[in-house]
């Protein structure tokens, strides 16, 4: 009898490893090569059968496949010079102190990633566009390149400001929202002058047209200010800003492929981007993006989809950001509710925003990212879905 009771022992302590594993994401292997790999082939694939699709060999100078694949390549290669040279240079992150103890260790990784993985995808897009489709096309792509590095360089001011004071503050809220305000407001005023009337339609589901006539302008304000800051709250993980616009950027491209091949383009480009730069930013991320390349994929995102007016498909794929930002103003809101004679409230979540409550929770950085990934892969194939004629 005894041998069976060792044999029994070592049943439940294998057991227990597993269960270990499997709460600690290594049962699955979810490391950040792995991930990478799943995003690397899922983006892949979904190019290459969306070309099939709309009747695009995947390797045409019109296919959404090649720019992919070559901006990626480009940022991953480009990301082995350009990440030591912010090294040198002392572009540290400087983490909050009462963000998760975890992130503690990840103090002085480079950050402003964005410097060099948000021109790559701008200046192909731009070339490969002027190439290969007509004036009208062009015009539309260098408004929303415009609006890309505009928000950008907001993010640079933000983040050269933490960086010149050692501090996790930057420039103030109201200053970034006065900038952010400021570009969306003069991309607005370029689409009223440029665009016709029907500009103003948001297209819904089922093929429903829902016209806002003048409501649409500060909607469409409001969309640019709120996707970009929502693509910033998003990027608080080893990959998971970059990863989830990605599969965004893509799914928005294969929206606009029926109507504008030079927006599908951008979009092919600022994906393929992001995946060269989840190369460098996988877990253990050796670089950070900061504001530099949050606030631009958000307005980048904001613009193709207001100026090929699918607004309504960009809210179903930006559906993580929104949870996100939701996040933030909900335990804002809760906290502010419940304070007490003592000036303390409580809390909805542990932190926020939403990705930092999970961690607490216990799942780990890639169990987030992995989850974050398959959620806005089925987004994206929902949206879609739902997209009349596609």
Known sequence: MRPVCVRNVRVRNERSVIDAKFTSGQSFNLTGSRLLTLLAVGLSLGSVILDWTVGQFPLAGLSM??????????????????????????????IREDGPQTHLQKAGTPTMGGVFFVPVAVIVALVWSGLVIGVQDFISVLAVSVVTLAYAAIGWIDDWQIVRRRSNKGISPRMKLALQMSVGLVFCLWLAASQPASITNISLPLGVVLPLGMLFWPVALFALVAESNATNLTDGVDGLAAGTCAIAL????????????????????????????????????????????????????????????????????????????????????????????????????????????????????????????????ILALLCLMLKPGF
């Not at 496949?65 to 350009?82: F, Q």
Request: aromatic letters at 10%; proline letters at 4%.
């Open 250 to 377: 893509l799914g928005l491209a294969a929206l606009v492929t029926p109507t504008s091949p030079g927006l599908m383009i951008f979009c092919a480009c600022m994906s393929g981007s992001c995946l060269g730069f989840v190369v460098h930013n996988r877990n253990p991320a050796t670089v950070f993006m900061g504001d530099t390349g949050s606030l631009a994929l958000g307005g980048a995102l904001a613009a193709v989809g207001l100026l090929s007016q699918n607004l309504w498909c960009l809210f179903i794929l930006s559906g993580l950001f929104f949870i996100e930002s939701l996040s933030v103003i909900a335990q804002v809101a809760y906290y502010k509710a419940t304070k007490g004679p003592d000036g303390i409230g409580k809390r909805l979540f542990k932190m926020s925003p939403f990705h930092n409550h999970l961690e607490l929770t216990g799942w780990s950085e890639t169990q987030i990212v992995g989850s974050f990934y398959l959620i806005n892969g």
């Open 65 to 94: 496949t090649l720019p992919l694949w070559i901006c990626g390549l480009l940022t991953a290669i480009l990301g082995y010079w350009a990440v030591p040279l912010l090294q040198t240079l002392k572009i540290g992150q400087i």
